[in-house]
């Protein structure tokens, strides 16, 4: 159940994402987002997912939901901002966990869901539970 702060968060969200990005744009404005977390932290399209260089630096909440809405919002996935922040997260606890650091030091962000079951299970109940 959401809070109204973090309500509040998502619509703002919601409300400061264009409704289309191009890649370009999509990339100068993650980017853009990500820069305070240094040079070597930034979005990288392929074909079948986007990468966040050193995401597991990204803490606040509000930019990883911030820079999910606007891949959210290209033509490349219809997932949802929500359940891609839940899966970046997932990244960033199993790093500091140390479950497969040398992986989750970057955060993988299928286009159409993680291919392994375990990753898309867990994603899918934190969706579920609202932790993202």
């Known amino acids: 159940m959401k809070t109204g702060k973090r309500k509040a968060m998502l619509e703002y969200v919601r409300a400061h994402t264009k409704p289309h990005y191009t890649l ?15 040079p070597d932290c930034k979005i990288e399209f392929y074909d079948d997912a986007a990468k966040i260089r050193n995401s597991y630096l990204v803490n606040s909440e509000f930019i990883r939901h911030r820079v999910c809405a606007v891949i959210a919002n290209t033509d490349l996935t219809p997932r ?11 990244h960033n606890i199993c790093y500091r966990l140390h479950i497969k650091r040398s992986s989750s030091i970057d955060a993988d962000l299928d ?9 898309r299970l867990v994603t899918w109940v934190m969706d579920i539970l609202d932790i993202e």
């Open 24 to 38: 370009k744009e999509a990339e100068d404005e993650i980017n853009s987002v990500l820069s305070c977390y240094g």
């Open 80 to 90: 949802s901002f929500e359940n891609m922040s839940a899966e970046w997260l997932l």
């Open 111 to 119: 286009y159409i869901r993680d291919r392994r079951f375990t990753v």
